[in-house]
């Protein structure tokens, strides 16, 4: 009988694959999809151009103007649909940067073990002791408000705490025997901690890159919100809360629905960490049952 051969998922897809049996992460990718969707698509489907004024400053909700107008008379709709697509690009890019450099600072105190592991992790407790905003702050009052430079500085920012965690779930991979056998070997180092240690460590990085992400939304956000962000007259989410928290009050559409919009993103993004950490306690308790 001949029985086809299939290839084995990537780590992070099984483990990806798992998660997706739970509940909370399907409810967390619907919610992350719709926004990303909507960020996606919004801007060729917005009534205006999101920096035209077309009516009076703060104008009611009406047919015309479904959610009326923000203070330079500038339809809220239309700056809603265009003001997304910074927002998810610039928290997944930023949280991405995150973890590739923390990743590569754990494995590498990790494996190393002895004075370099203590200096690396000394040197991540400096930025550690950072506040994520105060950071960030701290280079673009000096160097501008570009987005790439805000994507590189929250990513960089990332960096201490994905080491930590990283260097704490690979100490114990280390001093596997595989890990042994392959320096046995003589693999190149680069190959032990990318090919060996790192495929075993997925499903926390996972959970972490999701943490990540929802620091990024509510970080990038924040620096908007305070006008440090995406400048006017461009379209974000951050920036519209800004712009418009003086009339939350009277008229508060303009405030609430990006708001709205950032906390199911970040919702969204929390709910699938939730659901991939679940599979880790999951396994954890099965294999504790085995035993």
Request: with cysteine.
């Amino acid at each position: 009988m001949h029985t086809a051969n299939t290839l084995p998922l990537p780590a992070w897809l099984s483990t990806f694959h798992q998660a997706a049996r739970y509940n909370r992460t399907r409810i967390g990718i619907a919610i992350t999809l719709l926004v990303i969707a909507f960020a996606i698509v919004g801007p060729f489907v917005s009534p205006y151009e999101p920096s035209a004024f077309v009516g009076r400053p703060f104008i009611e909700p009406s047919p015309q103007f479904l959610l009326g107008t923000d203070f330079r008379g500038r339809d809220v709709l239309s700056r809603l649909l265009n003001g997304g697509l910074p927002v998810v690009w610039m928290s997944f890019a930023s949280a991405s940067i995150g973890m590739i450099l923390g990743v590569t600072v754990g494995l590498v105190a990790a494996y190393s073990r002895g004075w370099l592991d203590q200096m690396l992790m000394r040197v991540m407790d400096v930025f550690l002791s950072i506040p994520l905003i105060i950071f960030v702050l701290l280079f673009v009052s000096l160097l501008g408000t570009r987005e790439w430079l805000i994507v590189l500085l929250v990513g960089v920012a990332h960096m201490p705490q994905v080491a930590r965690v990283t260097r704490g779930v690979a100490a114990d991979i280390v001093t596997r025997e595989f890990v042994e056998f392959a320096e046995a070997l003589s693999v190149p180092r680069w190959k032990i901690l990318f090919r060996e240690i790192l495929p075993n460590i997925t499903t926390p990085l996972l959970v972490e890159f999701g943490i990540r992400i929802v620091w990024s939304i509510s970080g990038i956000a924040a620096l908007s919100v305070m006008g440090y962000g995406i400048q006017p007259p461009n379209a974000d989410w951050g920036l519209m809360i800004n712009e418009n928290r003086g009339r939350i009050a009277s008229r508060p559409l303009a405030v609430v629905s990006p708001a709205v919009c950032i906390a199911l993103f970040a919702f969204g993004i929390n709910m699938i960490a939730e659901g991939i950490a679940g599979t880790m306690s999951g396994s954890h308790r099965k294999s504790g049952g085995e035993q």
